[in-house]
């Protein structure tokens, strides 16, 4: 099982980002769980969500021993770094966080400048989708263009006005810059 935390500010698109990676399970036959929380808290506020992928049964939504945190924010990191197990990946938008932070030594940071990346493709609101390709290829949970293709599939599920070919674009800004 692969358990997965995303947190960030509200606006910053990190209840979807749970949902595209729960998605992208599912496109790959894998039971998923997505658990949010975001109340008064959005717009501005702390949101995160618990995510698992597993080929077994999912027993509990919540994540004890996480195996990625992905996060926007200094505050999301302060919250949830020490969850991550030894040997877990730490997703961090540098494009926010200082970059004086410390981390642990015992898990793998891989820094992102998300804001940068998703700006210079033209998607200023895709930072999260930027992060979702630094993802796929850091942790390797998912192959490249499966996870692209889910990504894309989800939105077109939204409707026409959700699908954003600019996306993809973030997507690849992200995967390459790893």
Partial sequence: MTEIICAGFGGQGILTTGMMIINAGMENGKNVCWYPSYGSEMRGGTANCNVKISDG???????????????????????????????????????????????????????????ELAAKVGNSKGSNIVMLGAFVKATKIFEKEQFSDAMCKYFEKKGKAKFNPKNVEAYEAGFNAV
């Fill in 57 to 115: 049964q999912i027993a509990s939504p919540y994540c004890k021993n996480v195996d990625v945190l992905f996060t926007m924010n200094g505050p999301a990191i302060d919250k949830f770094e020490s969850s991550i197990k030894p040997g877990g990946y730490l997703l961090v938008n540098s494009s926010i966080v200082e970059d004086t932070r410390k981390y642990r030594d015992d898990i793998n940071v891989v820094k992102v400048p998300a804001i």
